[in-house]
């Protein structure tokens, strides 16, 4: 009977701790709802207060769509910045160039504007998650003026695009980059957008100057037995800095210097280049490279009554075949030195020799001699100052032959054509024999003083390949002493047509490419 007692004893205070556990259970379940209760009653107060049973005021739907616009266009700014990064190559011509590179000092910088963008993004979307605590107007400003940044910015963002690290495969040294023939290609060329070089002068601006047609900018030169190398700019800066290189000679050479003036400039950022003329000497400068791109006029290298380089235009050209110094010196310490003379040669048949008397007293006596006769002497005398006053190690030297005129249409069998005035295309038929008028006497004279120096002389043979450019002058899109050709000089190019010098872009681009594939494989 004991026993039993004693279970029974054991399941009573069981139940009785059960019940006491059941009390507890209820009284937690029903504390818990009426906290719930509570929290609900002041989460609808302030539904209430915040959201009335009303609509919204279409001033706020605007307001809240206007700020998810924002954020949006700022995000589609960076994806689109992304994208251009990423379908970024390097034959961009020079306005995509202008704004979509820096300078290797500048890529710090361009860092710190990438995560700026994307801070942007961030805080435009905190700015939707605590809106209730600040007013909506203040946000819209802010929105606004991260847009504005942006769009500031989206000059300066591209620019930290880099060129492709492809390989820059270089012709045989022993290949003959002249031989070749004329190609059409508009995705590589033109290098760089007339546009978008503000260092152009009108002369050379023909289709700002009223030209409708833009094919002479398209035509690429493909070399018979090799490939020229692919243009990089950054590449050519590389090699160029804390370097001099100078273009000496006449206006064809001044045209090819101002082509090398875009060619360099489109990834050099604003304010980081400059261009200054004093004299006769004309200097291009990029900062971040400590180098520069110059133009010394020369028409004859040697001392003439034309050297002034504003008041040129004499009818009585004379010369002082021996006399060089006083170029020469500003010619010394510069690394790239490009030299040519021919243009201002071809105005007579003969040429006027200085014998005695003073180009400033105007009582100048002279002898007439023959123009190859002149021509001669003249490079001789240069070649002997090249052979003397150039360090090799130091300087490379080039000279360019002969720029062709393109003056008689029937020259290329167009009966109908004024000049070069109605040419929109290159002569394509190379087996034929061809004759525009090039003193090749001068051709062969400089080619063979080159070849016959001490200093080694790159002879930049342009005269061939540029004789089937009848379609890149400056026609009647330029400027006529210092003044734009007005409509009635437009319309009669058999007076006014400039069929001697060339197009920017165009063909001196070419001619500057050849330098490029030189300068790049010297080191």
């Known amino acids: 009977m004991q026993p039993a007692r004693r279970k029974t004893l054991f399941t009573e205070t069981g139940l009785m701790k059960h019940r006491k556990n059941n009390n507890l259970s209820i009284f937690v379940v029903v504390f818990s709802v009426f906290l719930f209760g509570v929290f609900m009653y002041n989460e609808d107060v302030k539904s209430i207060a915040e959201f009335p049973f009303s609509r919204p005021k279409s001033s706020e739907i605007q307001e809240e769509q206007s700020r998810q616009a924002a954020g949006n266009l700022v995000q589609e700014t960076i994806k689109n910045e992304k994208e251009n990064v990423l379908s970024f190559n390097s034959r961009t011509s020079l306005e995509e160039d202008n704004t979509k590179r820096t300078t290797p000092d500048d890529q710090e910088t361009t860092k710190e504007t990438d995560h700026d963008l994307k801070s942007v993004v961030v805080k435009d979307d905190d700015q939707e998650r605590v809106g209730e605590d600040k007013e909506d107007d203040h946000d819209e400003q802010k929105i606004e003026e991260k847009q504005e940044e942006v769009e500031e910015e989206k000059i300066e963002l591209p620019a930290v695009i880099e060129e492709d690290d492809e390989d820059v495969e270089l012709p045989p040294e022993d290949c003959d980059l002249f031989t070749g023939q004329w190609v059409f290609d508009n995705e590589t060329h033109p290098l760089y957008k007339e546009d978008d070089c503000e260092f152009l002068t ?26 020229l190398p692919k243009y990089k700019p950054r590449l050519l800066l590389e090699k160029l800095r804390n370097k001099r290189l100078m273009f000496v000679g006449d206006s064809l050479n001044r045209n090819q210097w101002e082509s090398m003036v875009c060619l360099v400039q489109s990834v050099v950022p604003p304010g980081r280049k400059s261009l200054n003329k004093t004299g006769s000497l004309s200097v291009f400068r990029i900062e971040n490279y400590n180098a520069t791109v110059e133009f010394y006029w ?35 310490n510069v690394d790239y030195l490009v030299f040519n003379t021919y243009i201002w040669w071809m105005n007579t048949f003969t040429m006027k020799v200085f014998r005695r008397g003073s180009f400033d007293k105007g ?38 032959s002969t720029s062709p005129l393109h003056i008689k249409s029937l020259d290329w069998d167009n009966p109908d054509g004024i000049k070069c005035a109605l040419e929109t295309t290159p002569i394509l038929n190379q087996s034929r024999y061809l004759n525009v008028g090039t003193d090749w006497r001068l051709f062969v004279i400089a080619s063979n003083i080159t070849q016959n120096m001490k200093v080694p002389v790159h002879f930049i043979n342009i005269t061939s390949l540029s004789e089937y450019r009848k379609d890149a002058h400056t026609s009647v899109y330029t400027i006529r002493q210092g003044k734009m050709l007005t409509p009635e000089q437009q319309a009669d190019p058999a007076t006014y047509a400039d069929c001697i010098h060339w197009c920017l872009p165009g063909l001196p681009d070419t001619w500057n490419e050849f330098l490029y594939a030189r300068i790049i494989a010297r080191s």
């Open 202 to 227: 009108a002369q050379v601006t023909c289709m700002r100057n009223g030209r409708k047609d833009s094919l002479y900018q398209n035509w690429r030169w493909q070399p018979r037995d090799c490939n």
């Open 363 to 400: 009582d100048t006596e002279y002898d007439e001699i023959e123009r190859p006769v002149a021509y001669r002497r003249v490079l001789t005398t240069w070649s002997k100052w090249v052979d003397k006053n150039v360090n090799p190690n130091r300087t490379t030297v080039f000279f360019s």
């Open 298 to 332: 020369a028409p004859f290298l040697v001392h003439s009554n034309s050297d002034d380089p504003n008041m040129h235009s004499i009818l009585n050209r004379i010369i002082m075949p021996e006399s060089i110094k006083k170029h020469g010196k500003n010619w010394k």
